[in-house]
C-alpha cells in the first residue's frame, strides 16, 4: 500500500516535472515567438516608417524622423544591446543602391556600427564625393549626365539639429543617444562627428541636471517617466539656440528652476520649448507645445533673407551647403522677373522667399501648418509682397490650379524622400511651365518621377549633387527639365 503510494507520489512528480519542462519549453518557444513577431513588426514598423515618414535630416540619429503615421517605438535598454543577435541586413544597409561600404570595427566614431547613420565615417571626403558622384550619375544616367557633386570645404559638425532619445540604464541612470539601426535600442552617445559641438554639449548638460532634479526618463515599456526627447536648433549665423523637451505630461517639476540652471550652464539658449507628446508613437514631437523661455522659435540668415523656425517645421540641416543648393535652383530657373513660379513641398517658404526678387509671382505650398505660418512671417520679416502661401497637400493645390487654367512660368520642387505623387505631377503636365527645377533629397524617387516627366513632354537639361550630408549616404539633386518643343 505505502509502495503503491509512494511509486504515486513519484508518478505525480514525474508528471509535475514533466508539465514543468513542457512549460518551459513552450515558454521559451514562446518568448522565442513573441520576439521574431516583435522583430518582424520591428522591421515592418521601420520599413512602414521610411515609407511614410519624412526623414527630416539624414541623420545618424534615427529618433529625428518625424512621421505622419504614428507606430509605437519601443526603447530598450543599452545592456540588451549587446545581448542582440544582429542580422546581416541590420548591418549593411543600403539606401538608394549606393555602393556598400563596409563599417569598421575601429572606426573613427565609436557608435559608428551600431548606429549606421554614418556609411562614409571611415572613407576620405574626397572619395567620399567621388562615390556620391558615381552611384548618383549611374541612377540618373538614362535622362542626363551629373555634372558635379558640391563638396564643403569643413564637412564636419555641420548639422544645426540635434535630437536625441532619452532612457535609462538598468540602475536607473538616465541615458541618451540614438537608436540601434533598424531597431529601436538605444545606443547612447556623448558627441557625434556631424552635429554642432555645442547642441551635444547642451544635451549632456540636461542628462546631467535630470538626477538633481529628480526627473525621470520616459520607459516605453511601462509608460512611466517624463523626458522622452530632446530636440536642439541652432541658427548657424544667427548664433541662437532653441531647446525642446519632449516630454510624456505637462507637468515639468521646477520648471523655473531647470531653466534657471539649464541658462546658467548655457548662456547661448535664447528659446526653451515644452513639448508634450503623451502617445504611443514614432514622432518624435507631440502637437502641444509650451513656450518656457524666450520667443519660442529662432531666425537664420539664408542667401541674405531672415528666416523664423518653429520647434516643428522643416528647415535645412546643413545650412552652409543650403545656400549652393538654393543657389543652384535659383540659377537652373533662369528667372527674369516677370514668371509666376510655385514653390511647391515649401517648408517654411526658404526657396520661394528667395526667388521671390527675380519674379512676378511665388505662390508656396505646404502641408505643414507651422512652417505656413512661418513662411508667411517670413515674407513680412523679409518685405516681400509678391508671394502667397498656401497650406495644403501640393498634389491637390496643383491639380486645383490646374482645373481653372492657370498659368505657371516655372515650378520649384523640392518633396521628401518619398518624392511626388501622381496627382502633383499629372498637374504639372497640365500646367505646362517652361521650367521645373526638382530638388531631391532621394535619387531613388527622382529618377522615378524624371521617368514620369520625361514621357510626358519634358526633358532633362541638367543635374547636379550638393553634398547635404557629408560622411553619410545621402546626396541632394538639384535637375532642370524644360518643356520639349512640340
Ligand atoms: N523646400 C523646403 C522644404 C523641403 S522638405 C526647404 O528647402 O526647406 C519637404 C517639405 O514638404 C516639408 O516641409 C514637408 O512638411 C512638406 N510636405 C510633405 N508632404 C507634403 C505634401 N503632400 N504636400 C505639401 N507639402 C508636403
Given at each position: 500500500?505505502?509502495?503503491?503510494?509512494?511509486?504515486?507520489?513519484?508518478?505525480?512528480?514525474?508528471?509535475?516535472?514533466?508539465?514543468?519542462?513542457?512549460?518551459?519549453?513552450?515558454?521559451?518557444?514562446?518568448?522565442?515567438?513573441?520576439?521574431?513577431?516583435?522583430?518582424?513588426?520591428?522591421?515592418?514598423?521601420?520599413?512602414?516608417?521610411?515609407?511614410?515618414?519624412?526623414?527630416?535630416?539624414?541623420?545618424?540619429?534615427?529618433?529625428?524622423?518625424?512621421?505622419?503615421?504614428?507606430k509605437?517605438?519601443?526603447?530598450?535598454?543599452?545592456?540588451?544591446?549587446?545581448?542582440?543577435q544582429?542580422?546581416?541586413?541590420?548591418k549593411?544597409?543600403?539606401?538608394?543602391?549606393?555602393?556598400?561600404?563596409?563599417?569598421?570595427?575601429?572606426?573613427?566614431?565609436?557608435?559608428?556600427?551600431?548606429?549606421?547613420?554614418?556609411?562614409?565615417?571611415?572613407?576620405?571626403?574626397?572619395?567620399?564625393?567621388?562615390?556620391?558622384k558615381?552611384?548618383?550619375?549611374?541612377?540618373?544616367?538614362?535622362?542626363?549626365?551629373?555634372?558635379?557633386?558640391?563638396?564643403?570645404?569643413?564637412?564636419?559638425?555641420?548639422?544645426?539639429?540635434?535630437?536625441?532619445?532619452?532612457?535609462?540604464?538598468?540602475?536607473?541612470?538616465?541615458?541618451?543617444?540614438?537608436?540601434e539601426?533598424?531597431?529601436?535600442?538605444?545606443?547612447?552617445?556623448?558627441?557625434?562627428?556631424?552635429?554642432?559641438?555645442?547642441?551635444?554639449?547642451?544635451?549632456?548638460t540636461?542628462?546631467?541636471?535630470?538626477?538633481?532634479?529628480?526627473?525621470?526618463?520616459?520607459d516605453?515599456?511601462?509608460?512611466?517617466?517624463?523626458?522622452?526627447?530632446?530636440?536642439?536648433?541652432?541658427?548657424?549665423?544667427?548664433?541662437?539656440?532653441m531647446?525642446?523637451?519632449?516630454?510624456?505630461?505637462?507637468?515639468?517639476?521646477?520648471k523655473?528652476?531647470?531653466?534657471?540652471?539649464?541658462?546658467?550652464?548655457?548662456?547661448?539658449?535664447?528659446?526653451?520649448?515644452l513639448?508634450?507628446?503623451?502617445?504611443?508613437?514614432?514622432?518624435?514631437?507631440?502637437?502641444?507645445?509650451?513656450?518656457?523661455?524666450?520667443?519660442?522659435?529662432?531666425?537664420?540668415?539664408?542667401?541674405?533673407?531672415?528666416?523664423?523656425?518653429?520647434?516643428?517645421?522643416?528647415?535645412?540641416?546643413?545650412?552652409?551647403?543650403?545656400?549652393?543648393?538654393?543657389?543652384?535652383?535659383?540659377?537652373?530657373?533662369?528667372?527674369?522677373?516677370?514668371?509666376?513660379?510655385?514653390?511647391?513641398?515649401?517648408?517654411?517658404?526658404?526657396?520661394?522667399?528667395?526667388?521671390?526678387?527675380?519674379?512676378?509671382?511665388?505662390?508656396?505650398?505646404?502641408?505643414?501648418?507651422?512652417?505656413?505660418?512661418?513662411?508667411?512671417?517670413?515674407?513680412?520679416?523679409?518685405?516681400?509682397?509678391?508671394?502667397?502661401?498656401?497650406?495644403?497637400?501640393?498634389?491637390?493645390?496643383?491639380?486645383?490650379?490646374a482645373?481653372?487654367?492657370?498659368?505657371?512660368?516655372?515650378?520649384?520642387?523640392?518633396?521628401?524622400?518619398?518624392?511626388?505623387?501622381e496627382?502633383?505631377?499629372?498637374?504639372?503636365?497640365?500646367?505646362?511651365?517652361?521650367?521645373?527645377?526638382?530638388?531631391?533629397?532621394?535619387?531613388?524617387?527622382?529618377?522615378?518621377?524624371?521617368?514620369?516627366?520625361?514621357?510626358?513632354?519634358?526633358?532633362?537639361?541638367?543635374?547636379?549633387?550638393?553634398?547635404?550630408?557629408?560622411?553619410?549616404?545621402?546626396?541632394?539633386?538639384?535637375?532642370?527639365?524644360?518643356?520639349?518643343?512640340?
Amino acid at each position: 500500500m505505502i509502495k503503491m503510494e509512494n511509486r504515486k507520489k513519484k508518478d505525480d512528480r514525474k508528471e509535475i516535472e514533466n508539465t514543468k519542462k513542457t512549460e518551459k519549453i513552450l515558454n521559451i518557444k514562446n518568448r522565442q515567438k513573441t520576439k521574431n513577431q516583435q522583430k518582424t513588426k520591428n522591421q515592418q514598423n521601420t520599413k512602414k516608417m521610411q515609407e511614410n515618414g519624412k526623414r527630416i535630416s539624414n541623420s545618424p540619429r534615427k529618433n529625428s524622423f518625424e512621421f505622419e503615421k504614428g507606430k509605437k517605438e519601443k526603447v530598450k535598454k543599452y545592456e540588451n544591446v549587446q545581448k542582440k543577435q544582429r542580422t546581416d541586413e541590420n548591418k549593411i544597409k543600403y539606401e538608394h543602391n549606393l555602393s556598400k561600404v563596409e563599417l569598421k570595427k575601429n572606426s573613427r566614431c565609436p557608435v559608428s556600427e551600431k548606429c549606421g547613420g554614418c556609411r562614409f565615417i571611415d572613407v576620405p571626403y574626397k572619395k567620399q564625393l567621388e562615390q556620391k558622384k558615381k552611384d548618383t550619375a549611374k541612377l540618373l544616367q538614362n535622362f542626363c549626365k551629373l555634372e558635379v557633386v558640391h563638396g564643403m570645404e569643413h564637412p564636419e559638425h555641420y548639422r544645426n539639429k540635434v535630437s536625441a532619445v532619452f532612457t535609462h540604464d538598468r540602475k536607473g541612470n538616465p541615458l541618451s543617444g540614438v537608436y540601434e539601426e533598424g531597431t529601436h535600442y538605444v545606443v547612447p552617445v556623448e558627441e557625434c562627428l556631424l552635429e554642432d559641438k555645442k547642441a551635444d554639449e547642451i544635451i549632456g548638460t540636461i542628462r546631467g541636471m535630470l538626477k538633481s532634479f529628480k526627473i525621470k526618463v520616459f520607459d516605453e515599456d511601462t509608460g512611466y517617466g517624463l523626458l522622452r526627447h530632446v530636440l536642439v536648433r541652432v541658427g548657424k549665423t544667427s548664433g541662437q539656440f532653441m531647446v525642446v523637451l519632449v516630454v510624456s505630461s505637462p507637468v515639468f517639476p521646477s520648471k523655473n528652476n531647470f531653466v534657471k540652471a539649464l541658462l546658467k550652464a548655457h548662456p547661448e539658449i535664447t528659446t526653451i520649448v515644452l513639448n508634450v507628446n503623451d502617445r504611443r508613437t514614432s514622432m518624435v514631437l507631440g502637437e502641444r507645445e509650451q513656450v518656457i523661455y524666450g520667443k519660442g522659435f529662432i531666425e537664420d540668415e539664408l542667401c541674405g533673407k531672415t528666416f523664423k523656425i518653429s520647434p516643428k517645421s522643416f528647415y535645412q540641416i546643413n545650412p552652409v551647403q543650403t545656400e549652393v543648393l538654393y543657389g543652384k535652383a535659383i540659377e537652373f530657373a533662369g528667372l527674369t522677373g516677370k514668371e509666376t513660379v510655385i514653390d511647391a513641398y515649401c517648408g517654411i517658404g526658404t526657396i520661394g522667399l528667395i526667388a521671390a526678387d527675380k519674379a512676378k509671382k511665388v505662390m508656396g505650398v505646404e502641408l505643414n501648418k507651422d512652417a505656413v505660418k512661418d513662411a508667411v512671417q517670413n515674407a513680412k520679416r523679409n518685405q516681400i509682397k509678391n508671394v502667397d502661401f498656401y497650406q495644403k497637400d501640393a498634389g491637390a493645390f496643383m491639380v486645383q490650379l490646374a482645373e481653372q487654367g492657370a498659368h505657371v512660368d516655372v515650378v520649384f520642387m523640392d518633396p521628401p524622400r518619398a518624392g511626388s505623387d501622381e496627382a502633383f505631377l499629372s498637374s504639372v503636365v497640365k500646367l505646362q511651365p517652361d521650367r521645373v527645377v526638382y530638388v531631391s533629397c532621394n535619387p531613388e524617387t527622382l529618377a522615378r518621377d524624371l521617368k514620369y516627366l520625361g514621357k510626358n513632354g519634358y526633358r532633362v537639361e541638367k543635374a547636379e549633387g550638393v553634398d547635404m550630408f557629408p560622411f553619410t549616404s545621402h546626396v541632394e539633386t538639384v535637375c532642370l527639365l524644360s518643356k520639349k518643343a512640340q
